[in-house]
């Protein structure tokens, strides 16, 4: 596609449930990034996929966090017995290369959990 | 560890006031510097970057930016703010030690009064 895309948009949950946000970058790149964005807190990485190599998940905030990336291409988010503390936009960002590379970004997944 | 630091996290100006935001990271090795803008209701999207030579870099909208290596700063100026400036303004940093990964400072909110 032309751009970044994440779905939903928005997803409010209750808390304890589980829940997946997906990222579908831009066809080529091969650097993937999530990122959490929570009111004044700015932009908190969270897990990094380069290639082939293994991701990077020094991010990851607790082990109820995971992603995975499917063929290089598409990334799956996902939460496991959602807090209320997770509530955040959550962004994904794809390179074309993880060399001098701008990173262009998805409108994110507003995360509520209620 | 890698780490961005932005000295204002909010900062309130006036139609035709110098803007100028500092930015200081940690992180070794070759650099790559960025400053990326979120305009209200959009996606994040990049104001200039850094890779190598000429330390002053020009962007968008008339922005521009000095790398300083000897005080690791990348601060971003603008000589005369306009309304539609108003945004939140990211500085962040890549490089070789960290396998490429992007890290984002805090964020500034920049209000500019019409």
């Known amino acids: 596609g032309a751009g970044v895309s994440q779905s939903p948009s928005n997803k409010v949950t209750e808390k304890g449930k589980d829940v997946e946000l997906r990222c579908d970058p831009i066809?080529?790149?091969?650097?993937l990034y999530w990122y959490r964005q929570s009111l004044g807190q700015g932009l908190e990485f969270l897990i990094y996929?380069?290639?082939?190599?293994?991701?990077?998940k020094s991010g990851l905030p607790s082990d109820r966090f995971s992603a995975e990336r499917t063929g290089g291409s598409v990334s799956t988010l996902t939460i496991q017995r959602t807090q209320q503390e997770d509530s955040a936009v959550y962004l994904c960002?794809?390179?074309?290369?993880?060399?001098?590379?701008?990173?262009?970004f998805g409108q994110g997944t507003r995360l509520t959990v209620v | 560890a890698q780490s961005v630091s932005q000295h204002n996290h909010h900062v309130i100006l006036s139609e035709a006031a110098s803007l100028e935001l500092g930015c200081n990271y940690s992180?070794?090795?070759?650099?790559?510097l960025f400053w990326y803008v979120q305009y209200p209701g959009q996606h994040l999207q990049l104001l200039l970057k850094?890779?190598?030579?000429?330390?002053l870099v020009k962007g968008i909208k008339g922005f521009e930016a000095e790398f300083i290596k000897s005080k690791f700063s990348f601060n971003l100026r603008k000589p005369s703010v306009q309304w539609s400036d108003t945004a939140e303004y990211f500085c962040a940093v890549t490089g070789n030690t960290g396998g490429f990964k992007t890290i984002f400072g805090a964020g500034t909110r920049l209000f500019v009064k019409a």
């Open positions: 992180y070794g090795g070759t650099v790559n």
């Open positions: 996929f380069q290639g082939n190599s293994a991701p990077d």
């Open positions: 850094y890779f190598s030579g000429d330390p």
């Open positions: 066809s080529g790149h091969t650097a």
């Open positions: 960002a794809s390179s074309y290369s993880f060399d001098r590379a701008e990173a262009f």
